[in-house]
């Protein structure tokens, strides 16, 4: 079985807050969902998934609530998908944006990359947080979402 140990940016050491990741988990988008499924068992499964969870009009992840996702494929095999949650309703930009950080940190330790969302320009999509395990990454951006702002979860394949 492959697994993957974060190493520090020098190669020399493991990060001490990194854990290694299975060949499986790298693999594992959410739930039963993974890399390199078709667009058919993809819909079946996301379904399923939606299902489960008795979302409506939004959906959790955790505490990250998100209104839209986005699947992406390349010759029908999945390698991304996105959630996102427009702010200013119920939370605030950085409400959204701590949840959704708070769900990955649980489950990935602290990120490979983070910046302060002051430094974000406001004129493009910034990236706030990014995890690295092995060939998946995550990243948690802030954008303009349908015109507003918004926070997206990335999950997506080397």
Same mark, same amino acid.
Request: net charge positive.
């Given at each position: ?28 988008v ?5 890399? $390199? @499924? &078709? +667009? =058919? ?9 939606l299902e489960?969870? %008795?979302? !409506?009009? /939004? ?6 609530e ?10 029908d ?17 950085p ?12 489950e990935?330790?602290?990120? $490979? @990359? &983070? +910046? =302060? ?12 947080? %990014?995890? !690295?395990? /092995? ?14 702002l918004?926070?997206?979860?990335l999950?997506?394949?080397?």
């Amino acid at each position: 079985m492959s697994e993957c140990n974060y190493k520090a940016k020098t190669g020399d050491q493991p990060l001490p807050s990194k854990k290694t990741f299975t060949y499986a988990e790298q693999q594992r988008v959410i739930s039963d969902i993974n890399f $390199d @499924i &078709s +667009k =058919k068992q993809f819909d079946n499964l996301y379904k399923k998934y939606l299902e489960s969870k %008795k979302c !409506k009009s /939004g959906c959790t992840i955790d505490k990250f609530e998100y209104y839209t996702e986005y699947a992406k494929f390349k010759n029908d095999k999945l390698y991304s998908i996105e959630f996102a949650n427009i702010g200013g309703y119920e939370k605030s930009i950085p409400e959204i944006l701590n949840d959704a950080y708070q769900f990955v940190k649980s489950e990935y330790g602290e990120p $490979d @990359i &983070s +910046k =302060k969302l002051s430094s974000w320009p406001g004129n493009q999509i910034f990236t706030v947080y %990014k995890w !690295k395990i /092995g060939k998946k990454n995550i990243e948690i951006n802030v954008d303009r979402v349908k015109m507003e702002l918004g926070v997206r979860l990335l999950i997506y394949k080397n």
